[in-house]
């Protein structure tokens, strides 16, 4: 069992910045998938959308159109932490903002939620215009 723990979240205002983390309890390695997905307001979270995601072997990252650009994931292999820069930010990116991670490796970055087995608990980010 793999525990993720996020932090960073916040109430900030459109064009403003912000930096999420995520801490796994258990060391990551090989093609495992950590990936960061945002739920909006009154959401299910089926809904939960992939926001971006990194190949912890080779730190290979993918993101979603709406935060290329403007988001950056990165890792500390030291720490078990992945990281989610937020530049840029507006109204569109408030959400709850969770970490998740595959239990099995995979030789691309998946993008459906239903490929990840451990969630973190979430945290709110908001942004006001």
């Known amino acids: 069992q793999v525990q993720l723990v996020e932090s960073g979240g916040g109430s900030v205002q459109t064009g403003d910045s912000l930096r999420l983390s995520c801490v796994a309890s258990?060391?990551?390695?090989?093609?495992?998938?950590m990936a960061w997905f945002r739920q909006a307001p009154g959401k299910d979270r089926r809904d939960r959308e992939f926001?971006?995601?990194?190949?912890?072997?080779?730190?290979?990252?993918a993101y979603d159109d709406s935060v290329m650009g403007r988001f950056t994931i990165s890792k500390d292999d030291a720490k078990d932490t992945v990281y989610l820069q937020m530049d840029r930010l507006n109204p569109e990116d408030t959400a709850v903002y969770y970490c998740?991670?595959?239990?099995?490796?995979?030789?691309?970055?998946?993008?459906?939620?239903?490929?990840?087995?451990?969630w973190g608990q979430g945290t709110q980010v908001t942004v006001s215009s």
């Open positions: 258990r060391r990551t390695s090989g093609n495992f998938i």
């Open positions: 926001v971006a995601g990194l190949r912890w072997s080779d730190g290979e990252e």
């Open positions: 998740g991670r595959t239990m099995v490796s995979y030789s691309k970055i998946v993008t459906s939620r239903t490929f990840y087995n451990y």
